[in-house]
């Protein structure tokens, strides 16, 4: 058996090499990761490498570090961009590990050309993973998903994790807590990008009715010259039974880090055949397959926002409503509306210090009902909490 402490043992498990552009910095080390780039978005572009340490509490040792770009020429070969050397020091406080380069220009547009693209990450002079990207160019120094695409219609089917859902044929707008395994995504998107072949990338990230982030998944479809249709087609879910729980999911769907559509999910005791609604950004054009859909993605997020703290209220969850609502003030320097919530907060505060008689459960009843009026009387897109 080889001895893990010996200098042939491999010291490190690879984890992910993955491609991003924005260094901004989001929640459990993560970036905005992505394959697919408008060319006059782009300035630096990324590579994130991780693995974990298999001398994690045992010593520091030294990495000897190698991360190559390469521009794929359309006679197969590749043609150099960068060669990135160094050795770094990894230290047993660490368990994973991640090391992000990248290349560029400061100027948008500049260096990085329409084009494929990969990394080649290499530990020891050994390659140990390749990560391919796409940059496209519509011929306009703006960037909009309307250049590419626009969306034809969405629809939601229950399914196991083989099945072509060009082939289902019955959609539903509620699902079973009981009998759905995974639930299928079809996307019909017009293709406005005619003339090139082209990969499509689409985001997908769902939420529980709370707002907390229950799946994300990113996937990737090639599309033909000439081929007035995408087909993006993907599931998310488990073999067995139990993924889905009963309650209301919020499915966002992202192209070129803009959102395109959002998609209301409903989970149930017995599933309900049909179309399901489709909240669209109003800057496309394309009509939607929808049994209603006359309202904005806008309307449905101001909606969706409101209804959530709605509920907090209904779960007797006022304190953090109250804060909320002090935060969104404070952003928005609406003056007016502090002091109205500071009044209900000094209410609250005065009840939650005393036990309730039946008095003191009317005026408890009278702040709920106030900042219900509150929270319908204001437009809450931008409130940061929900």
Same mark, same amino acid.
């Given at each position: 058996?080889?001895?893990?402490?010996?200098?042939?043992?491999?010291?490190?498990?690879?984890?992910?090499?993955?491609?991003?552009?924005?260094? #901004?910095?989001? *929640? +459990? !080390? %993560? @970036?905005?990761?992505?394959?697919? /780039?408008?060319? $006059? &978005?782009?300035?630096?572009? =990324?590579?994130?490498?991780?693995?974990?340490?298999?001398?994690?509490?045992?010593?520091?040792?030294?990495?000897?570090?190698?991360?190559?770009?390469?521009?794929?020429?359309?006679?197969?070969?590749?043609?150099?961009?960068?060669?990135?050397?160094?050795?770094?020091?990894?230290?047993?406080?660490?368990?994973?590990?991640?090391?992000?380069?990248?290349?560029?220009?400061?100027?948008?547009?500049?260096?990085?050309?329409?084009?494929?693209?990969?990394? #080649?990450?290499? *530990? +020891? !002079? %050994? @390659?140990?993973?390749?990560?391919? /990207?796409?940059? $496209? &160019?519509?011929?306009?120094? =703006?960037?909009?998903?309307?250049?590419?695409?626009?969306?034809?219609?969405?629809?939601?089917?229950?399914?196991?994790?083989?099945?072509?859902?060009?082939?289902?044929?019955?959609?539903?707008?509620?699902?079973?807590?009981?009998?759905?395994?995974?639930?299928?995504?079809?996307?019909?998107?017009?293709?406005?990008?005619?003339?090139?072949?082209?990969?499509?990338?689409?985001?997908?990230?769902?939420?529980?009715?709370?707002?907390?982030?229950?799946? #994300?998944?990113?996937?990737?479809?090639?599309?033909?010259?000439?081929?007035?249709?995408?087909?993006?087609?993907?599931?998310?879910?488990?073999?067995?039974?139990?993924?889905?729980?009963?309650?209301?999911?919020?499915?966002?769907?992202?192209?070129?880090?803009?959102?395109?559509?959002?998609?209301?999910?409903?989970?149930?005791?017995?599933?309900?055949?049909?179309?399901?609604?489709?909240?669209?950004?109003?800057?496309?054009?394309?009509?939607?397959?929808?049994?209603?859909?006359?309202?904005?993605?806008?309307?449905?997020?101001?909606?969706?926002?409101?209804?959530?703290?709605?509920?907090?209220?209904?779960?007797?969850?006022?304190?953090?409503?109250?804060?909320?609502?002090?935060?969104?003030?404070?952003?928005?320097?609406?003056?007016?509306?502090?002091?109205?919530?500071?009044?209900?907060?000094?209410?609250?505060?005065?009840?939650?210090?005393?036990?309730?008689?039946?008095?003191?459960?009317?005026?408890?009843?009278?702040?709920?009902?106030?900042?219900?009026?509150?929270?319908?009387?204001?437009?809450?897109?931008?409130?940061?909490?929900?």
């Amino acid at each position: 058996m080889l001895n893990f402490l010996s200098p042939s043992a491999s010291k490190f498990k690879f984890r992910n090499l993955k491609t991003y552009s924005s260094t #901004e910095w989001l *929640i +459990d !080390n %993560k @970036k905005n990761y992505r394959n697919v /780039f408008d060319r $006059y &978005e782009v300035d630096y572009i =990324y590579a994130e490498f991780s693995f974990h340490n298999k001398q994690f509490d045992v010593k520091n040792w030294i990495l000897k570090f190698n991360l190559k770009c390469f521009f794929q020429n359309k006679d197969g070969s590749s043609s150099l961009i960068c060669d990135l050397k160094f050795d770094k020091e990894i230290e047993q406080e660490d368990p994973v590990i991640y090391i992000r380069e990248g290349w560029g220009n400061k100027d948008k547009g500049a260096f990085w050309k329409e084009g494929t693209y990969c990394w #080649e990450a290499f *530990i +020891d !002079n %050994k @390659k140990i993973e390749t990560d391919f /990207f796409h940059i $496209y &160019e519509t011929g306009k120094e =703006y960037i909009s998903p309307s250049s590419y695409i626009n969306i034809k219609s969405i629809q939601l089917y229950e399914c196991g994790g083989d099945t072509d859902l060009a082939e289902a044929t019955n959609p539903y707008k509620v699902f079973s807590s009981e009998t759905t395994r995974y639930v299928g995504f079809r996307l019909l998107l017009n293709n406005l990008l005619l003339k090139k072949r082209w990969f499509c990338e689409v985001k997908m990230r769902i939420y529980h009715q709370n707002r907390s982030l229950k799946a #994300e998944l990113s996937v990737i479809f090639p599309v033909k010259r000439e081929d007035p249709t995408i087909d993006a087609s993907f599931y998310w879910g488990s073999d067995e039974f139990g993924s889905w729980t009963k309650g209301s999911y919020i499915i966002e769907f992202s192209f070129l880090e803009e959102l395109i559509a959002v998609v209301p999910l409903e989970v149930a005791t017995l599933i309900e055949e049909g179309t399901v609604e489709v909240y669209r950004n109003p800057q496309y054009e394309a009509e939607l397959s929808t049994e209603g859909g006359s309202e904005t993605l806008t309307d449905f997020i101001l909606r969706t926002n409101q209804s959530i703290l709605i509920q907090k209220l209904a779960n007797s969850e006022i304190a953090i409503v109250i804060k909320e609502l002090l935060n969104y003030a404070d952003k928005k320097g609406l003056n007016g509306l502090t002091k109205k919530v500071v009044n209900l907060s000094a209410k609250f505060n005065r009840l939650t210090k005393n036990e309730h008689s039946e008095a003191e459960d009317k005026v408890y009843n009278e702040i709920n009902e106030a900042l219900i009026d509150l929270v319908y009387d204001l437009d809450l897109l931008n409130l940061s909490e929900v």
